[in-house]
């Protein structure tokens, strides 16, 4: 009974992982997608805060392909583990500028500046104190998914592709 137990409060830990992975990538998709197509609209968006014109450059046309790939390989999967350590820095960066938004005043920075890119036409913009907390919210998946994930720090197996150990999940 505790061996049933204990294997199937596994299974149920590595279900809610993937899950939290799935909405983490989902996030950082739907976000690098959304840049991806208004990477200029991104950059002018940077400069009203406190980048320089090269590191804003950089950033708009660097981030979204970074985001688009994280949220690739964490809505699929692969290598999960990774992503999430990748992501950590990331969303660390986001809290800090979104943060610098809100020391700066509400009023000079009514909304998040193109954090969903054209998806914002859809989802709506986000308030800086409301992307500061999906940042946190972000940064804690990210961390739920790097310490609690089962599988090994290296491993290449997608969550969808059926495993050969005869256990089921």
């Given at each position: 009974?505790?061996?049933?137990?204990?294997?199937?409060?596994?299974?149920?830990?590595?279900?809610?992982?993937?899950?939290?992975?799935?909405?983490?990538?989902?996030?950082?998709?739907?976000?690098?997608?959304?840049k991806l197509p208004g990477q200029?609209?991104?950059?002018?968006?940077?400069?009203?805060?406190?980048?320089?014109?090269?590191?804003?450059?950089?950033?708009?046309?660097?981030?979204?392909?970074?985001?688009?790939?994280?949220?690739?390989?964490?809505?699929?999967?692969?290598?999960?583990?990774?992503?999430?350590?990748?992501?950590?820095?990331?969303?660390?960066?986001?809290?800090?500028?979104?943060?610098?938004?809100?020391?700066?005043?509400?009023?000079?920075?009514?909304?998040?500046?193109?954090?969903?890119?054209?998806?914002?036409?859809?989802?709506?913009?986000?308030?800086?104190?409301?992307?500061?907390?999906?940042?946190?919210?972000?940064?804690?998946?990210?961390?739920?998914?790097?310490?609690?994930?089962?599988?090994?720090?290296?491993?290449?197996h997608p969550w969808f592709i059926r495993r050969d150990t005869g256990?089921?999940?």
């Amino acid at each position: 009974m505790k061996r049933w137990l204990g294997n199937r409060m596994q299974r149920n830990l590595y279900w809610v992982v993937v899950g939290l992975a799935t909405v983490l990538g989902l996030t950082l998709l739907v976000s690098g997608t959304g840049k991806l197509p208004g990477q200029t609209e991104f950059a002018v968006a940077l400069l009203k805060s406190f980048w320089t014109p090269t590191l804003a450059y950089f950033i708009s046309y660097c981030l979204p392909w970074i985001e688009t790939g994280l949220g690739l390989f964490l809505f699929l999967g692969i290598f999960p583990r990774i992503a999430a350590a990748l992501c950590l820095p990331l969303t660390v960066g986001f809290i800090a500028n979104n943060s610098w938004a809100l020391i700066h005043g509400v009023e000079k920075f009514p909304v998040c500046a193109y954090c969903f890119g054209m998806w914002e036409e859809f989802l709506g913009a986000l308030s800086p104190l409301g992307a500061l907390i999906l940042d946190v919210v972000l940064l804690c998946l990210a961390l739920i998914v790097l310490l609690l994930h089962q599988e090994g720090f290296l491993t290449f197996h997608p969550w969808f592709i059926r495993r050969d150990t005869g256990e089921k999940l």
